[in-house]
């Protein structure tokens, strides 16, 4: 965070006029003392949330939560792209409502923009694009609508965009920073194809959750060799993923909830994912042995079949797995005791398979009452 202020330095006549015009278009809700200190008859660079450079604003956090703001209320004044020299620009969680003013695009200097969790509509100005050095673009938990400017993803300097929880829809621009490593895109209404060579291999954390996406992602995923968060979930991908995924730095693999086929064979003898969500898409073929090393593991509703591998059977009982959910497949045998205990610690799903169940485990309450998959089925299924 920028934090200068040089004394005896009288503010820039133009930024004293465009904080007079941000403060009246602004109110503090009630229970909020944040404005108290912006008296125009001081200097405005001692106001909260103000910070100076000699005679001019570089950055300005509206409802500074250390000034004790619970959140503000109103509207952004255009007057804002009068601060020439800003490069920060904050808001707090609050009610402020109405557009983005499309003067944003004139603060040139501007290198970190955040206006989340307030009433904001209308569209993400194109005019954004203009700002060369931004880095940081967080505009989530509001009410936006329309597609994304693919001007955003010419921003050269940009390592963060958090567009989640708005009302976006169209599809998702290629993205050319070197520097990207935070795309946070989920609850939207985007559609259409992920860019296959529009997503550069610097992301860290990439969700898409809970869009309209489709099509295949195997060479997208193939190029995130440099992720350690992933979540694809609850779209209409389809085909096939890539075995050298599991190879990649990743912590958590969300692709639940889509339309995804084939085998999943893992170019790696252990996954050393934490967490892997696989469930309800089309996966077949046997469960390979290399998922015996995740710690939280959904598999269900998929269309595997064969044995459970013993070296998951052995994690199992030695209690290194918290979640094995297996259900609703075409799983034909697990080497389980009945007389052994499941650790309490695991909790182990195995309903609804072409197996008589070695032993009784709670399952969730939506994996139905069916202990196991009518034969008919399972004599019709070949993997």
Excluded at 49 to 56: A, E, H, I, P, T
Excluded at 103 to 122: K, P, W
Excluded at 136 to 149: E, Y
Excluded at 279 to 284: E, L
């Amino acid at each position: 965070m920028l934090v200068m202020v040089v004394a005896d330095a009288i503010l820039d006549p133009i930024d004293f006029l465009a904080l007079q015009s941000i403060r009246k278009s602004l109110d503090d809700i009630p229970g909020s003392d944040y404005f108290s200190s912006w008296d125009f008859t001081s200097d405005p660079c001692g106001f909260s949330g103000v910070y100076c450079d000699g005679d001019r604003v570089v950055a300005l956090n509206l409802g500074d939560p250390r000034a004790g703001s619970p959140g503000l209320m109103g509207r952004i004044d255009p007057a804002i792209g009068k601060l020439s020299a800003l490069a920060e620009f904050t808001v707090v969680p609050g009610r402020i409502m109405g557009h983005l003013p499309h003067t944003l695009s004139d603060l040139t200097s501007l290198m970190f923009l955040a206006v989340s969790r307030n009433y904001i509509t209308g569209e993400i100005p194109a005019g954004l694009g203009m700002l060369r050095r931004l880095r940081t673009l967080d505009l989530s938990f509001n009410q936006l609508s329309g597609s994304i400017p693919s001007s955003i993803g010419t921003l050269p300097a940009l390592s963060n965009l958090i567009l989640c929880h708005n009302r976006l829809t169209g599809g998702i621009p290629p993205f050319y920073s070197p520097t990207l490593t935070r795309l946070d895109l989920k609850h939207n209404q985007l559609s259409g194809w992920l860019p296959a060579k529009g997503l550069p291999s610097s992301i860290q954390y990439l969700s898409v959750s809970m869009n309209r996406l489709w099509g295949p992602v195997d060479r997208v995923l193939t190029r995130l060799n440099q992720a350690n968060y992933i979540d694809l979930s609850m779209n209409r991908f389809s085909g096939e993923i890539p075995g050298v995924l599991f190879t990649f730095p990743i912590t958590t693999l969300q692709l639940q909830r889509n339309q995804l086929t084939g085998d999943v064979r893992p170019e790696t003898g252990q996954v050393t994912i934490p967490m892997v969500d696989l469930s309800f898409n089309r996966f077949s073929g046997d469960i390979s042995p290399a998922f015996s090393t995740v710690q939280i593991l959904y598999l269900n509703n998929n269309r595997f079949s064969g044995q459970v591998p013993g070296s998951i059977v052995d994690r199992i009982l030695s209690a290194n797995i918290e979640i094995l959910y297996l259900q609703h497949n075409f799983l034909t045998g697990i080497e389980i005791n009945p007389t052994v205990e499941i650790p309490l610690s695991t909790s182990l799903c195995l309903q609804y398979n072409c197996m008589v169940l070695p032993v009784e485990t709670p399952c969730p309450l939506k994996s139905g009452k069916q202990k196991t998959r009518p034969t008919q089925q399972c004599g019709q299924w070949k993997g």
